[in-house]
């Protein structure tokens, strides 16, 4: 049981260029969610999705895009990266909207 | 928006020392959870607790919740050098996700 799994845990992206982050979570839960988290801040929601085939943005959700095919993944995408994306991004998902579980993040830089 | 605030943003206490932060929040909630991230790691889930509960323990954990006041408390007991790690409050507000606060960070000195 690996639980929440980030791919990759490390990126360098140029501005312009697009990547997808995968999020993959062995637990069957039906929520997951994408969160940001810049120096000195706390989790702020990108996009989340309550199962298979939905998605719903979140508190920042403009530059990226998402999409949950198979119920154990949740993809993000950014499709023009902008040096304004860099941070750490961390996945979670629930089983409910009580307990998040958390992957253990991925750290992009965009120069 | 719904975010938890947390108070202190820092702090510093002596092992074996009892450590207290704070979340206040705006609005009524279903439930507020607390979780720890150690540096350079996901969060970890702590204790959650529900809008009709008033107090939780876990371990060395202490959660009070006072919804007249729109706070609720972590405390940890007796610290060790292994509890640094920020800790964030996480507030579900009837929604379908959470609203975490800032975050505060505690470092236990040995």
């Known amino acids: 049981n690996a639980g929440v799994t980030q791919t990759p845990k490390f990126r360098v992206l140029k501005t312009g260029q697009s990547m997808t982050l995968l999020c993959a979570q062995d637990?069957?839960?039906?929520?997951m969610y994408w969160y940001r988290q810049d120096p000195g801040m706390g989790l702020r929601l990108i996009h989340y999705s309550v199962g298979e085939g939905t998605t719903a943005k979140g508190e920042v959700p403009d530059g990226y895009n998402v999409s949950r095919l198979k119920k154990q993944n949740f993809l993000l995408g950014l499709e023009s990266a902008a040096p304004s994306q860099t941070s750490v991004y961390f996945c979670?998902?629930?089983?409910?909207?009580?307990?998040?579980?958390f992957g253990p993040g991925t750290r992009l830089t965009v120069l | 928006s719904q975010q938890g605030e947390e108070d202190p943003q820092a702090l510093s206490i002596q092992e074996g020392e009892n450590a207290t932060m704070n979340c206040s929040y705006k609005t009524s909630i279903n439930n507020l959870q607390w979780y720890r991230q150690n540096s350079g790691r996901g969060l970890v889930h702590l204790i959650l607790?529900?809008?009709?509960?008033r107090e939780k323990h876990s371990g060395r954990l202490r959660v009070t919740l006072d919804t007249s006041k729109k706070s609720s408390s972590l405390l940890i007991t007796a610290s060790r050098a292994a509890d640094t790690a920020s800790y964030f409050c996480?507030?579900?507000?009837?929604?379908?996700?959470?609203?975490f606060g800032p975050g505060t960070r505690l470092s236990v000195l040995p």
């Open positions: 979670a998902s629930s089983p409910t909207t009580d307990t998040q579980y």
């Open positions: 607790i529900r809008s009709n509960e």
């Open positions: 637990m069957n839960h039906e929520y």
């Open positions: 996480a507030i579900d507000n009837y929604g379908q996700n959470f609203v």
